[in-house]
């Protein structure tokens, strides 16, 4: 058995009603609960692509590698305003992309770009 969504419920619903009214209700329910679980909008999407390469351009700037503070103080774009743990995360995921490379000293975490 698979798990029951909300979505789920409403197809069951939808086909076990015999009433029009209350069916098309059910409809624009579906409609609406479907469109909030569709994923991210276009414009989050577009934010968040930005935010990533505002930290890249940060990460250029430096020759070798730098701490997520250092990067921070050091940056002449957006990222002097992002919080630590949200750069933190966008630097997460240069890593993930092959874009960036997490190096480790002595508990300190650094980054720099890949070659």
Do not use: W
């Not at 409609?31 to 934010?47: C, D, L, M, N, Q």
């Not at 990067?71 to 874009?99: F, H, M, P, W």
């Not at 960036?100 to 002595?106: D, F, G, H, P, S």
Request: glycine content about 4%; charged content about 30%.
């Amino acid at each position: 058995m698979t798990n029951m969504t909300y979505l789920n419920a409403l197809d069951v619903a939808i086909n076990a009603v015999a009433d029009e009214a209350v069916k098309e209700k059910l409809e624009a329910l579906r409609g609406t609960i479907a469109k909030r679980h569709s994923g991210p909008s276009k414009k989050k999407v577009e934010e968040m692509n930005g935010r990533i390469e505002a930290v890249y351009e940060a990460l250029l700037a430096h020759d070798e590698p730098v701490s997520v503070t250092d990067l921070i103080k050091g940056a002449e774009n957006d990222v002097a305003d992002y919080s630590t743990q949200r750069v933190s995360a966008l630097l997460s995921k240069l890593c993930a992309d092959g874009r960036a490379v997490k190096v480790v000293e002595k508990r300190k975490t650094f980054y720099a770009i890949a070659e």
